[in-house]
């Protein structure tokens, strides 16, 4: 028999399904109470509703609840080994399991009060960018039992639904190192359903005792995974008389699987290729898991509002941050904020110009104004945009010239209008497409990376990467772009490859005014991710050409000519010592050792010429110097700065 919850103007009723329509018992008798009194007496009471001259239900319109709604206790187990060893790859560890795994059947506890029907909304855990499911299936206890054997605990199963455990990836990843068990990783919903399948009608699927459901997860109607139930390593009456040993069952007591291998998300994730990964769960995605013989669930993912923040607590034993000031001179003070740099034009400045902390820039017409970038996640882009009001409530938003690809210059724009056309350079676009998924970041705040931890999560720990929809230009161009902001010219032009493989600046004439993007750095130190370092010593002649006098840089406080100088006087250091090392016949790695910073020592993030030597070392000897991935520059970057 199939049985359902289903809801109704006077509350929650039970009922048996019997040719597409729902035949309630009695009211007031719920689930759990039925198959408390054991399968003989739960067949009876579903015979006696199928006869019943009750009014039945078409099953298409009832809003279904959980089977059971409310369990006395939900034990998610751990019963596909392969799941556990592709989660470990999935996080770039080894895929060898300890003996324990081999050893016991294990599970943890999960949230009854967070159970939800098999076509409800779930949301998205506050503070979660890795949201993610997984299709499992659940056994569910009849007659409480103690101290079972697998046998016996065969026989006290009433049932089996489909069991989705819903995961915040991330927060599961902070919380690991506690070594205390699943936490708010796991507590934000777990959804049972549609059904509560009966034994018996299962028999026909299965194989060497074991259930052999063939699964699919889908998300947007693009399959994620498939598999069989029969690849289980426990056994549900294994799980179940473990979980009984000096303990009593209650009825309606919930035991889930553990994942099919291959469906969630997680296992698909490569550290290695994390730009590969298809992404994490967002507002509006559609989760469809389907297994034979029991139905198939339906659910929307919803955004969450921002989590309350809670201050940590002072530890003892962590080594003080150092230091972070930028001591570049500047035009203007340099705090978080709305400056004026010229008339009708503003630089939206985040000191300390260090990772992430980028600045943007805003050019008001004649009832029109422009936007130079946004930030590097939505919270901080939400900031800046109220405060640009006073100018954007007279002056709306007419365009946004992103001037690269890199996150913190672009992970805002979904905030802008419909009617804000996102101005940028093709190679910048192009880019955008296959730029790492925003809340991979996160990878920074949550994953262990052993002794260079501490470095990516004082980078990197204040971003919020969550909720990030990345939204591509409206308008490409090729070298140069004119455009009229309300009767003012604007000047675009890419003067990249260089940081990033377009590099746009926005030039103000009437204002004396350039927005560099990230060609310039001021006080902090430039990273050629792209190059040739040549070609951004020319970007830099480029720049002084425009005879502006106000340069608001990507990173740094508002410089002046002389700020361009500099820059383009670290790039040409980081040649004669890269070239230097390279005749001496220094490797790449000795280089780095080798390398004297001299008066660019003081500038934060000196440790951004790994990468540079890294680059110029590419251009002198290609065959010669491998070609290593942003991950493994980033860690070796992480390395020098702790040393």
């Not at 934000?188 to 459901?213: K, N, S, W």
Request: charged share 20%; with cysteine.
């Amino acid at each position: 028999m199939h049985w359902v919850t289903y809801a109704t103007d006077t509350g929650d009723r039970a009922g048996v399904i019997g040719e597409d329509r729902i035949h309630p018992v009695a009211p007031g008798v719920s689930l759990i109470e039925l198959i408390g009194r054991g399968a003989e007496e739960l067949r009876a009471a579903g015979e006696e509703a199928l006869a019943s001259r009750a009014r039945a239900v078409p099953l298409a319109e009832a809003r279904l609840r959980a089977p059971i709604p409310r369990p006395p206790s939900v034990r998610d187990c751990l019963c596909f080994l392969d799941h556990m060893r592709n989660c470990r790859q999935a996080a770039g560890r080894p895929r060898t399991l300890e003996d324990a795994w081999y050893e016991i059947p294990a599970f943890y506890f999960a949230c009854p009060s967070t159970v939800v029907g098999p076509y409800d909304d779930v949301t998205i855990p506050p503070g979660s960018a890795w949201f993610d499911f997984e299709l499992e299936i659940a056994a569910v206890i009849g007659p409480g039992g103690r101290d079972l054997t697998p046998e016996q605990a065969e026989r006290h199963i009433i049932g089996y639904t489909i069991y989705n455990d819903w995961s915040a990836r991330d927060l599961q990843m902070r919380e690991a190192p506690l070594g205390i068990g699943q936490a708010k990783g796991k507590d934000g919903a777990t959804t049972l359903g549609p059904f509560l399948v009966t034994p018996d009608e299962l028999e026909p699927y299965c194989r060497d005792g074991r259930l052999a459901l063939r699964v699919e997860a889908t998300v947007n109607g693009r399959t994620v995974g498939t598999g069989r139930t029969d690849a289980m390593d426990w056994s549900f009456g294994e799980v179940v008389s473990y979980a009984s040993r000096g303990v009593d069952l209650l009825p309606g007591d919930v035991f889930g699987s553990g994942t099919v291998p291959g469906c969630c998300l997680v296992e698909h994730l490569s550290l290695a290729e994390p730009a590969a990964f298809p992404g994490w769960l967002r507002d509006g995605d559609v989760v469809e898991l389907t297994v034979e013989g029991l139905g198939g669930t339906r659910q929307s993912v919803r955004a969450s509002a921002a989590p309350y923040r809670l201050e940590p607590r002072h530890n003892p034993d962590r080594r003080p941050a150092r230091p972070r000031v930028n001591r570049a001179p500047s035009k203007l003070p340099y705090t978080r904020g709305l400056h004026e740099v010229g008339a009708g034009v503003w630089a939206w400045l985040l000191p300390d110009g260090g990772y992430g902390w980028s600045n943007a820039g805003l050019v008001a017409g004649q009832g029109a104004s422009l936007l130079v970038d946004t930030l590097f996640d939505l919270p901080l882009t939400a900031e800046m945009l109220h405060a640009m009001r006073v100018v954007t409530g007279r002056h709306p938003l007419t365009h946004a010239v992103i001037t690269h690809s890199n996150g913190d210059h672009t992970h805002g724009n979904q905030l802008l209008g419909e009617r804000v056309r996102v101005v940028a350079a093709e190679a910048t676009c192009a880019e955008m497409r296959h730029e790492m998924p925003p809340e991979m970041l996160a990878a920074a705040q949550v994953v262990d990376m052993g002794p260079v931890t501490p470095y990516f999560r004082e980078r990197f720990g204040a971003f919020d990467f969550g909720g990030i929809r990345l939204r591509l230009p409206d308008l490409t161009y090729d070298g140069e772009l004119t455009l009229d902001v309300g009767g003012r010219e604007v000047r675009v032009t890419n003067l990249g490859p260089a940081h990033t493989g377009a590099d746009s600046v926005v030039h103000v004439p009437d204002a004396g005014v350039l927005f560099a993007g990230d060609l310039l750095f001021v006080g902090c130190t430039p990273i050629v991710w792209s190059g040739p370092i040549a070609n951004w010593i020319a970007a830099c002649d480029a720049m002084l050409a425009t005879g502006a006098e106000t340069i608001v840089p990507g990173h740094g406080p508002v410089t002046d000519p002389d700020g361009i100088r500099a820059v383009r006087g670290y790039l040409a250091h980081v040649v004669e010592q890269a070239d230097a090392a390279h005749a001496r016949g220094l490797s790449f790695a000795e280089a780095v050792q080798a390398v004297d910073l001299g008066e660019y020592a003081g500038w934060l993030d000196s440790e951004r010429i790994v990468v540079n030597l890294h680059r110029r070392y590419r251009e002198l000897d290609p065959a010669g110097t491998p070609e290593l991935g942003q991950l493994t520059l980033m860690a070796m970057m992480a390395e020098r700065a702790l040393s």
